[in-house]
């Protein structure tokens, strides 16, 4: 299995230009690249799938580039979207872009690996409007432009000429890239297949026709039932970790259904493809014991959180599986009950007014109820009286205490 066909196997290929041509050229050293708009200061796991392809084409000993769209992002990809976006300040946007760069570098690994990462503001902002529609604008026939999905989808509901412009500039980026870096080929999810043709038709009108140059475009990945991958609850899991920590990052791949999980090991994992056979193989055996999900969770949460992060996360997860939460510290209680009901005190108070002022018991009867029913515990030991305090001096680092009622639920009370 060559590296292409194992890129098919994976679900990992979906549009290419000219296959037969590429196969060749991956035969010997090439450039790649894949961009990144910084519309948040961070990437969430839905840009892992090409991340991660930059990672499988330097492991066959290709140069990746990971640009970051420091002013395409100030544009706005119509691609995939219904509607306009919403235009972020300059200053927004270098915020996003150093984050991302950050981010970017940790995945990759650059110290340790050649892996470039660039930023498109440094050329595009140099290109005057004059320039623009002179140089490059006469290249592009607007009635092509029009067929393209990325804009035929939006022209029921309206696309400015901001966001239709964008296909420029990003084939600009690749006509750069090729003649300073001798970047050949260009890779993005199925959505940028118009943006990438824009590109090669660019390069060709520019350069020549026989200049070759190859774009692959790789299915958006989803859930099995058409919901978008990288949510979680309605929120994104981000790759920052003071927005998305290792634990909730290891958690959502844990969570990850049966029906899917072959899916995401194949396009996710960078082991080779007879081990992910064997673990699905392994898996389907006893799919109760999640193994393909763990072995995922483990090796996605090193690469992007490192060593530390991942082992963050197991810890976590071994406290609350034997129910030793109070082994960990106060960051990794604050992680493992993310979810709880969290409320603040400034004062020591009677416990029963704390619980139901904040609106965590409904009344001091239930309150009462459940400590004669030995259902109640504070920082892990069981509330006898009804006259317990709550106090700063015995809480967690003297900043956190944590009431269990029942089996399950937990609170947070953070002690000012």
Known sequence: M???????????VKDVMDE??????????????????????????????????????????????ALIGGATGMVG???GKSSERSLQTLDVISHNVDSIKNQIETVLDVDNKEVTVLNNYDWLSKISMIELLRDYGKHFNVNTMLAKDNVASRLET???????SYTILQAIDWLTLLKEHNCEVQIGGSDQWGNLLSGSELIRKELGH?????????PLITKSDG???GKSEGDNVWLDSSKSDSYTFYQFFINTSDSD??????RLSLKAVDEIKEIISQHNEA????????????????????????????????????????SLSVPQLKQAFKNASKVSVNEDQLLIDVLVSKKLIQSKREARQLITQGALELNGQKVETFDQMLLKENALDKSLSIVKRGKKNYYLIEHN
């Open 2 to 12: 060559n590296f292409l066909e194992e890129l098919k196997w994976r679900n990992l």
């Open 20 to 65: 037969e041509a590429l196969l060749k050229r991956m035969e010997t050293k090439m450039t790649v690249y894949c961009g990144f708009d910084p519309t948040a200061d961070s990437l969430h796991v839905g840009h892992l799938q090409q991340l991660i392809l930059l990672m499988r084409y330097q492991q066959q000993g290709h140069h990746p580039i």
């Open 77 to 79: 990809d119509p691609s």
């Open 158 to 164: 309206g696309i400015s000429f901001t966001e239709f």
């Open 210 to 218: 026989e200049t070759q140059v190859y774009g692959i475009t790789s």
């Open 227 to 229: 919901t978008k991958f």
């Open 261 to 266: 999980i072959e899916d995401f090991m194949k």
């Open 287 to 326: 799919p109760e014991k999640r193994l393909a999900q763990i072995e995922l969770a483990k090796e996605l949460t090193e690469i992007v959180h490192t060593q530390e992060g991942l082992d963050n996360a197991l810890m976590i997860t071994d406290a609350l599986f034997n129910n030793d939460v109070f």
